[in-house]
């Protein structure tokens, strides 16, 4: 495993792991410039919770390799022509740009910042999985014993599709006085069996993940990227019987990531939140949920769903507010199996 000390100090090694900018959201929240790709001076030195003076003074120190992964000063022209693009309105006559690359690139540099230091272990954590995560095999795979239950499930499933319906086809063919009642036994037949075959190939997906060690299951959900986390919750929904699950997430969501209906019809509304384990929750973003969750969606069961924990302010306001926590150590119980009790 790369180690922090090593990462410092080796351009070559900084080099290796650049494109993994993702890193910088999971610890937190990086805002933009309305380009929605550049960020100033001022607004790197906020995020590293450092001054402005000690990060220009790294960039001093590291001005080629800065450069060389996106840092640039504009004047003149090109700045003109950036701030009329991007509606920056301001009359400083040079302006500094980073890349989320050039942030990452900082971050690999900044000694005396603990956000950095925290976007450096996250960074860490994940090439060391990446480097152990074994390939998927098919062979290997497929070659598995299938659990009792599975088998039980095909067999069932078989004997609907092969026996069971062929047998009402052949009554509704024969029968006129009760055909009408006959054909609604065979859907619902029909209906369990689809069931069935979803429930078969959902385990299928599951089955690898489900059963690995806990720290590395966690450590498999933290390298998923936001898109990827939301369909993981969504599938959790589904497989506890929710329906019409819809994932929402992006510019339109409107402050909600996931909608659907538990199995009993009530309107759901989940917000999937994926920060750095050593991060927390805090309660503004709980209350800005409670207000999409509440009043533009009208849910009935509000799902706050994390990555990492929750401040006591976070649980107090999500207590008042009628929303449901889903931490770090519950999260882990859903995926590997345990049904949430807001759902039931």
């Not at 959201?25 to 805002?31: E, F, G, I, T």
């Not at 971050?107 to 480097?131: F, G, H, I, P």
């Not at 063919?173 to 037949?189: D, K, P, Y």
């Amino acid at each position: 495993m790369i180690n922090e000390a090593a990462l410092l100090e080796s351009k070559t090694l900084r080099d290796s792991v650049l494109e993994r900018t993702d890193v910088l959201d999971r610890v937190k929240a990086l805002s933009l410039l309305p380009d929605g790709m550049h960020v100033t001076t001022a607004m790197v030195a906020t995020y590293f919770e450092v001054g402005v003076k000690t990060l220009e003074s790294l960039i001093e120190d590291h001005k080629q390799e800065l450069e060389a992964n996106g840092y640039q000063v504009l004047t003149g022209t090109p700045l003109a022509l950036f701030k009329r693009a991007s509606g920056i309105q301001s009359r400083s006559r040079a302006l500094a740009l980073f890349s989320r690359r050039t942030v990452l690139n900082v971050a690999m540099l900044l000694r005396d910042s603990e956000v950095a230091r925290q976007v450096r272990t996250y960074l860490l954590n994940m090439e060391d999985l990446a480097r152990t995560q074994p390939v998927d095999n098919p062979v290997h795979r497929d070659a598995a014993s299938p659990s009792l239950d599975d088998r039980i499930d095909q067999r069932i499933s078989h004997v609907l599709g092969r026996t069971v319906v062929p047998m009402f086809n052949a009554l509704i063919e024969t029968s006129s006085e009760h055909r009408r009642e006959l054909i609604a036994l065979r859907s619902g037949v029909q209906r369990i069996e689809r069931k069935l075959q979803q429930h078969n190939a959902r385990l299928q997906r599951l089955e690898g993940p489900r059963h690995w060690p806990l720290a590395r299951f966690m450590a498999h959900m933290d390298a998923m990227s936001g898109r990827e986390f939301e369909e993981h919750v969504a599938q959790l929904l589904r497989r506890d019987g929710c329906t019409a699950v819809v994932v929402r997430g992006g510019g339109g969501d409107r402050g909600v990531d996931i909608t659907g209906r538990t199995p009993d019809g009530r309107h759901i509304a989940v917000q999937c939140k994926r920060f750095a384990p050593y991060v927390s929750v805090t309660s503004s973003h709980v209350q800005k949920f409670i207000g999409a969750a509440k009043v533009l969606y009208n849910a009935d069961v509000a799902l706050y769903v994390a990555t990492c924990t929750f401040t006591r302010d976070a649980m107090n306001v999500a207590a008042d507010g009628g929303i449901t926590l889903v931490d770090r150590s519950l999260l882990a119980a859903w995926s590997r199996g345990t049904e949430l009790s807001a759902l039931r």
